[in-house]
């Protein structure tokens, strides 16, 4: 695709249901990030997937999110019995490679009432 | 992040302004990257430093990377409405993961 897509761009769920999240990065690009965004703050990093090493996790808030990217493309971040403190823009990022810059999806906003 | 600081947190200037914002690491930059983000929308790429010394400009906006790599500064000329936004600085750092890490951004409103 043109660029980095993600979906949904817009999930509310209930708490305690778990959601999935998905990222579409942009062809080629062998790095992937998410980030979560809360209201009027910066970008929290989550995760990192570079090629076919294993993942950077180290910034997953705790045991409830995880994040698989399949064949070095699609990548999906599962959030497990969703807490309102989840609430937040959840982005993603891909990058040719390192040392580059990122291009952004547009974010999925995630309500959890 | 405490490892990459932005200051200041909000800017409120007057249109015709100039303006400075500045992004500080405690450790050695690989890499420093400066986005935009206005409200309800996608980051947008500003800059890219990768050199000591290195300074880039792009329309109003000059961007540069101190000789030790642990500082930048965004500089706005002249400052417009369509400046607003929240600016954010993102780094790599020389030996690291490529872990990319981004400040807690600056806010800026432009007035009229």
């Known amino acids: 695709g043109a660029g980095v897509s993600q979906s949904p761009s817009n999930k509310v769920t209930e708490k305690g249901k778990d959601v999935e999240l998905r990222c579409d990065p942009i062809?080629?690009?062998?790095?992937l990030y998410w980030y979560r965004q809360s209201l009027g703050q910066g970008l929290e990093f989550l995760i990192y997937?570079?090629?076919?090493?294993?993942?950077?996790k180290s910034g997953l808030p705790s045991d409830r999110f995880s994040a698989e990217r399949t064949g070095g493309s699609v990548s999906t971040l599962t959030i497990q019995r969703t807490q309102q403190e989840d609430s937040a823009v959840y982005l993603c990022?891909?990058?040719?490679?390192?040392?580059?810059?990122?291009?952004f999806g547009s974010g999925t906003q995630l309500s959890v009432l | 992040s405490q490892e990459l600081e932005q200051s200041p947190q909000s800017l409120i200037v007057q249109e015709g302004k100039n303006l400075t914002i500045n992004c500080t690491s405690s450790?050695?930059?690989?890499?420093l990257y400066w986005y935009k983000q206005k409200y309800g929308e996608g980051l947008i790429f500003l800059m890219m430093l990768q050199k000591g010394g290195e300074e880039k400009s792009h329309e109003k906006i000059t961007a540069k990377l101190d000789e030790k790599k642990q500082q930048s500064s965004l500089h706005i000329t002249a400052s417009q409405p369509s400046h607003a936004g929240i600016y954010l600085c993102g780094a790599d750092w020389t030996g690291a993961t490529n872990k990319l890490i981004f400040g807690t951004g600056t806010l800026l409103a432009v007035q009229p």
């Open positions: 990022a891909s990058r040719p490679d390192s040392n580059e810059k990122l291009f």
């Open positions: 062809s080629g690009h062998t790095a």
């Open positions: 450790k050695t930059l690989y890499g």
């Open positions: 997937f570079q090629g076919n090493s294993a993942p950077d």
